[in-house]
Nanobody, 121 residues
Framework: QVQLVESGGGLVQPGGSLTLSCAAS????????MNWYRQTPGRERELVAG???????NYADSVKGRFTISRDNAKDIVYLQMNSLKPEDTAVYYC???????????????WGRGTQVTVSS
């Protein structure tokens, strides 16, 4: 099974910065996309940012201009650089990948267990 491990979460003051990372391991033939989601109690998990193997990126409107997603294809690592953080950015952030474990495998979606980001003074 594909395993994802997030790191870099923690407590940061409003206006501060934080960088999350997610390392993918296990049986992986190819990764089509790597994404970051976030979720707070009482709300649906939402897509924050995504990047394809071709380095095409997309962002939620709420984080455009503040967050930057990047990917190291050789190492199967995705990063999320978060700047100008706001209290409303507080959430559990989850790494997600669309990957194939074998050449003729289906494209599955795999999730990390999440890392807490808290923005508070």
């Amino acid at each position: 099974q594909v395993q994802l491990v997030e790191s870099g979460g923690g407590l940061v003051q409003p206006g501060g910065s934080l960088t999350l990372s997610c390392a993918a391991s296990g049986t992986i033939f190819s990764i089509d996309a790597m994404n970051w989601y976030r979720q707070t109690p009482g709300r649906e998990r939402e897509l924050v940012a995504g990047v394809t193997s071709g380095r095409s990126t997309n962002y939620a409107d709420s984080v455009k201009g503040r967050f930057t997603i990047s990917r190291d294809n050789a190492k199967d690592i995705v990063y999320l650089q978060m700047n100008s953080l706001k209290p409303e950015d507080t959430a559990v952030y989850y790494c997600n990948v669309a990957a194939r474990r074998r050449l003729n495998d289906y494209v599955g979606r795999y999730w990390g267990r999440g890392t807490q980001v808290t923005v508070s003074s």
